[in-house]
């Protein structure tokens, strides 16, 4: 799996490699073994993994993948703090240098392939948060629930809405902030860009799986038996139910099951069947991107 890696790295050191792919296919566990080859370190593009206490449920790497390579950005992040994309890219540059100055090889690999993208090819411009238009948003969730914030960003921006999950508060909020305030889409922004400014000479390699449906049932299963619920009812009682992170695949339907809403006998088939959905969609995503397969 990981010689057409190696063979690139062989052919252009200089190159940023990103190891990307649907989530439980392993990625974490190739980018550790072509690191520990090639004198090499691991740069998280996670948007779960780069917070602090959120452990379980978003599959930071295991001890052994930890001895293989030093992972970056891995609880790196107040639970409560706001990582946007422009933070992660100035953050990932910053490791990325460092790697590079102490004459070691970066290996980029995570899920948010929009970090990814971002970090090699650059952000599409946007205006600047706005406070009010967050607590107006925010303001909408309390008295009528996410859905509504979600129907209405729909009603002005189909595209966002379409790739955006309902529970995803925060950037849905972004999204319908972005319109407000210029009148334009963040669908129509980012495809105008194109992403087409290149920051890293890069490659990227995807992961493919066919066991994925297995995998994923495994994955939520042993999740649930590490303590997955006790994580987040730890992380509701300390005040970090309206983290960012709690939006997430596994986390939300935990949160659901501690708040009462879904039964215990449900809570695993409902993570999933929410993972097996992000997991397509994430193909997807990567169908109309220029990436090299690895079985």
């Known amino acids: 799996m990981i010689a057409p890696i190696l063979a690139a790295l062989e052919a252009d050191p200089a190159i940023?490699?990103?190891?990307?792919?649907?989530?439980?296919?392993?990625?974490?566990?190739?980018?550790?073994?072509v690191a520990s080859r090639v004198s090499g370190e691991i740069v998280t593009a996670d948007s779960v993994q780069i917070y602090r206490e959120f452990d379980i449920g978003s599959g930071k790497p295991t001890p052994e993948e930890l001895a293989l390579a030093p992972h970056h950005l891995v609880s790196a992040i107040d639970p409560m703090s706001h990582v946007d994309v422009a933070r992660f890219v100035g953050l990932a540059d910053a490791v990325i240098a460092d790697i590079r100055d102490?004459?070691?090889?970066?290996?980029?690999?995570?899920?948010?392939?929009?970090?990814?993208?971002?970090?090699?090819?650059?952000?599409?411009?946007?205006?600047?948060?706005?406070?009010?238009?967050?607590?107006?948003?925010?303001?909408?969730?309390?008295?009528?629930?996410?859905?509504?914030?979600?129907?209405?960003?729909?009603?002005?921006?189909?595209?966002?809405?379409?790739?955006?999950?309902?529970?995803?508060?925060?950037?849905?909020?972004?999204?319908?902030?972005v319109f407000e305030t210029v009148g334009?889409?963040?669908?129509?922004?980012?495809?105008?860009?194109?992403?087409?400014?290149?920051?890293?000479?890069?490659?990227?390699?995807?992961?493919?799986?066919?066991?994925l449906r297995e995998r994923i049932e495994h994955r939520a299963a042993a999740f649930l038996r590490a303590g997955l619920v006790a994580?987040?009812?730890?992380?509701?009682d300390r005040g970090r139910g309206d983290a960012r992170a709690m939006g997430s695949v596994g986390y939300r339907e935990a949160a659901a099951h501690v708040r009462g809403e879904l039964p215990e006998s449900d809570l695993q088939n409902a993570i999933v069947r929410s993972t097996r959905?992000?997991?397509?969609?994430?193909?997807?995503?990567?169908?109309?991107?220029?990436?090299?397969?690895?079985?």
């Open 16 to 33: 940023l490699i990103c190891i990307v792919g649907p989530t439980a296919s392993g990625k974490t566990t190739v980018a550790a073994e």
């Open 102 to 177: 102490r004459d070691r090889i970066p290996i980029v690999c995570g899920g948010t392939f929009l970090w990814v993208k971002a970090l090699v090819q650059g952000l599409a411009p946007a205006p600047p948060a706005s406070d009010e238009a967050r607590a107006r948003h925010r303001a909408i969730v309390d008295k009528d629930g996410r859905g509504a914030l979600h129907r209405e960003l729909e009603r002005v921006d189909r595209a966002s809405a379409k790739r955006l999950h309902p529970n995803d508060v925060v950037r849905v909020s972004r999204a319908l902030e």
């Open 184 to 211: 334009k889409k963040l669908s129509d922004i980012q495809a105008e860009h194109g992403f087409a400014d290149a920051r890293h000479p890069a490659k990227m390699f995807a992961v493919r799986r066919p066991d």
């Open 231 to 236: 994580e987040v009812r730890g992380l509701i």
């Open 277 to 295: 959905v992000f997991a397509r969609r994430q193909r997807t995503w990567l169908g109309h991107e220029d990436v090299t397969w690895v079985e």
